[in-house]
């Protein structure tokens, strides 16, 4: 079995989440025989129904959990401290664990710990290369050690998390496994200031991450992820935005207020949803983001470290015709798409096609994504975002719209990809039986001398099915989504595809012709 099938089928029979509960349990409780507590959690397991049907907390008692009170808890306050780096996040964050006597948990510091004190394994090595170079640690490695950490701690009276989120997925992730914050604080700073306060403490300190070319990347993605980051705890009435750029003693003497207000007042006051000013986080050659309208303003194009600067595209992309292709393997997405891109004058991008492209590049990415690749691990999701915006604004101009093929796979790619780039216009799903996809691809794989054999088909199958079941409700709630009948041969399938796109551009016309702004 290779690392990639072991992989795959660890995390289609939910062990991973399995292992987590049993540690988590471990950690809590500190029994004397840990070998009968382990059997007796395995017991609970198959009395529950499977592995699928245990949750992080499974093996914690009620009494003992330590996480639920942060979520508005009478006696327990958390709140996330933001900002880009260098905004001087983590030191405020140190002042006001130290007046209020909160907890104070550094998550770039939690997984730079992390990685020193296990360089020998494989999947900490590739996660230091990947923030080395100015990309996110994964989602679920940030979330998992968070909430290691959070179960260290169950007495605190509150915590000040710093550094976390960095994007949307993040937040809504957090959320999920483990609470809503009371408060968010964003230090707002502009570009030219966080690198300068940057590149001084790589002289004073020596971090790996504050080299000048993951300082370069790791502005860029803040760049990215502020704004609709912000908007998101601004609907949520939890963010209060500060001017960074200002005397540390006069931030702090702010935030302190603040807090005071939120925290330990009475329950009528509030945060309050005010607004971000974009100018305190953008250069004036960056686009400026306001009432999160795009206003174009020229942007420096800079290329480091392999990677390309996309510009500022952003509005031209959030227009452009965008559909999405889902289906398993074996559905006939791959040829659908060269078809289509044929008749309709589409850029057909496929995910695969991409990585594989960018490995036999002799850029710095291509060697994290090898890495990764060669580890049985999955491409994090930035990267193939990273890939796909590329690929897409070097088409702007030349296309009649972008047919994506492999992606999104899962619901969070599909947020991540409406937060940085756009929401599609359609998103054909093509739909047929486990048997028609099985038998298809045992018979391309025949064909091809592709080594996958039946068991590895069916698992591939089921873990499609798996991950795509939310994200096909997701669209299908935002009426996005047409589903198309793929059992028939390739001709029938592509006829009726045809129809569905002639209809969607009919529809786009119309809406173009009666706009406002063409009157």
């Given at each position: 079995m290779s690392a990639g099938e072991a992989k795959e089928y660890l995390a289609r029979r939910e062990i991973p989440q399995l292992f987590e509960s049993l540690l988590n349990g471990l950690m809590c409780y500190k029994p004397d025989d840990?070998?009968?507590?382990?059997?007796?959690?395995?017991?609970?397991?198959?009395?529950?129904?499977?592995?699928?049907?245990?949750?992080?907390?499974?093996?914690?008692?009620?009494?003992?959990?330590?996480?639920?009170?942060?979520?508005?808890?009478q006696s327990r306050r958390s709140f996330f401290r933001n900002g880009g780096p260098g905004s001087g996040k983590g030191t405020q964050s140190l002042k006001i664990a130290e007046r209020y006597g909160f907890n104070y948990i550094s998550v770039g510091e939690l997984l730079r710990k992390k990685i020193h004190s296990t360089s020998s394994n494989r999947k900490w090595s590739l996660i230091?290369?990947?923030?080395?170079?100015?990309?996110?640690?994964?989602?679920?490695?940030?979330?998992t050690e968070i909430k290691q950490r959070l179960m260290q701690i169950p007495d605190e009276e509150g915590i000040v998390i710093d550094g976390f989120p960095r994007d949307v997925a993040q937040a809504i992730s957090f959320e999920d496994q483990i609470c809503t914050p009371d408060l968010v604080v964003f230090l707002a700073c502009s570009s030219q200031r966080l690198?300068?306060?940057?590149?001084?403490?790589?002289?004073?300190?020596?971090?790996?991450?504050?080299?000048?070319?993951?300082?370069?990347?790791?502005?860029?993605?803040?760049?990215?992820?502020?704004?609709?980051?912000?908007?998101?705890?601004?609907?949520?009435?939890?963010?209060?935005?500060?001017?960074?750029?200002?005397?540390?003693?006069?931030?702090?003497?702010?935030?302190?207020?603040?807090?005071?207000?939120k925290l330990f007042a009475n329950k009528e006051a509030a945060a309050g949803p005010n607004e971000l000013d974009c100018s305190l986080i953008m250069d004036?050659?960056?686009?400026?983001?306001?009432?999160?309208?795009?206003?174009?303003?020229?942007?420096?194009q800079s290329s480091f470290s392999g990677y390309e600067s996309t510009g500022d595209f952003s509005e031209d992309l959030r227009k452009s015709n965008i559909i999405f292709v889902v289906g398993g393997p074996g559905s006939g997405k791959g040829s659908q798409c060269e078809q289509l891109a044929k008749k309709y004058g589409f850029t057909h991008l496929s995910t695969s096609d991409l990585l594989q492209s960018e490995l036999l590049s002799l850029s710095e990415r291509s060697k994290l994504i090898k890495d990764i690749v060669e580890s049985g691990e999955p491409v994090p999701g930035g990267i193939?975002?990273?890939?796909?915006?590329e690929a897409m604004v070097s088409k702007l101009g030349d296309t009649k719209g972008f047919l994506i093929d492999g992606y999104p796979q899962e619901l969070k790619d599909a947020e991540e990809f409406e937060s940085k780039i756009g929401e599609p216009k359609l998103v054909l799903c093509l739909d047929c039986s486990a048997e028609t996809m099985s038998s298809r691809h045992l018979m391309r794989n025949q064909s091809s001398q592709n080594s996958d054999n039946i068991e590895t088909t069916e698992e591939r199958i089921e873990s499609y099915y798996q991950a795509s079941n939310p994200l096909i409700a997701y669209y299908e709630s935002k009426t996005q989504l047409c589903k198309v009948d793929a059992e028939g041969t390739q001709e029938d399938v592509f006829l009726e595809i045809c129809k569905t796109i002639d209809s969607f551009l009919k529809k786009e016309e119309a809406a173009f012709s009666f706009s406002p702004e063409m009157q």
């Amino acid at each position: 079995m290779s690392a990639g099938e072991a992989k795959e089928y660890l995390a289609r029979r939910e062990i991973p989440q399995l292992f987590e509960s049993l540690l988590n349990g471990l950690m809590c409780y500190k029994p004397d025989d840990p070998i009968e507590y382990l059997e007796s959690c395995l017991q609970k397991v198959k009395e529950l129904g499977g592995p699928e049907k245990v949750k992080w907390d499974t093996f914690v008692s009620p009494e003992k959990k330590t996480l639920p009170p942060l979520n508005g808890g009478q006696s327990r306050r958390s709140f996330f401290r933001n900002g880009g780096p260098g905004s001087g996040k983590g030191t405020q964050s140190l002042k006001i664990a130290e007046r209020y006597g909160f907890n104070y948990i550094s998550v770039g510091e939690l997984l730079r710990k992390k990685i020193h004190s296990t360089s020998s394994n494989r999947k900490w090595s590739l996660i230091a290369k990947i923030i080395t170079t100015g990309e996110l640690a994964p989602q679920e490695t940030t979330i998992t050690e968070i909430k290691q950490r959070l179960m260290q701690i169950p007495d605190e009276e509150g915590i000040v998390i710093d550094g976390f989120p960095r994007d949307v997925a993040q937040a809504i992730s957090f959320e999920d496994q483990i609470c809503t914050p009371d408060l968010v604080v964003f230090l707002a700073c502009s570009s030219q200031r966080l690198k300068e306060r940057l590149l001084k403490r790589a002289e004073q300190q020596g971090r790996p991450d504050d080299n000048l070319k993951a300082t370069q990347r790791r502005l860029m993605n803040f760049k990215q992820n502020a704004v609709p980051l912000v908007k998101y705890f601004q609907e949520k009435g939890l963010i209060i935005t500060f001017d960074a750029d200002r005397d540390e003693e006069e931030v702090f003497s702010d935030i302190s207020s603040a807090v005071d207000n939120k925290l330990f007042a009475n329950k009528e006051a509030a945060a309050g949803p005010n607004e971000l000013d974009c100018s305190l986080i953008m250069d004036s050659g960056d686009t400026v983001y306001t009432e999160f309208e795009f206003e174009d303003q020229e942007e420096d194009q800079s290329s480091f470290s392999g990677y390309e600067s996309t510009g500022d595209f952003s509005e031209d992309l959030r227009k452009s015709n965008i559909i999405f292709v889902v289906g398993g393997p074996g559905s006939g997405k791959g040829s659908q798409c060269e078809q289509l891109a044929k008749k309709y004058g589409f850029t057909h991008l496929s995910t695969s096609d991409l990585l594989q492209s960018e490995l036999l590049s002799l850029s710095e990415r291509s060697k994290l994504i090898k890495d990764i690749v060669e580890s049985g691990e999955p491409v994090p999701g930035g990267i193939v975002l990273e890939l796909l915006k590329e690929a897409m604004v070097s088409k702007l101009g030349d296309t009649k719209g972008f047919l994506i093929d492999g992606y999104p796979q899962e619901l969070k790619d599909a947020e991540e990809f409406e937060s940085k780039i756009g929401e599609p216009k359609l998103v054909l799903c093509l739909d047929c039986s486990a048997e028609t996809m099985s038998s298809r691809h045992l018979m391309r794989n025949q064909s091809s001398q592709n080594s996958d054999n039946i068991e590895t088909t069916e698992e591939r199958i089921e873990s499609y099915y798996q991950a795509s079941n939310p994200l096909i409700a997701y669209y299908e709630s935002k009426t996005q989504l047409c589903k198309v009948d793929a059992e028939g041969t390739q001709e029938d399938v592509f006829l009726e595809i045809c129809k569905t796109i002639d209809s969607f551009l009919k529809k786009e016309e119309a809406a173009f012709s009666f706009s406002p702004e063409m009157q």
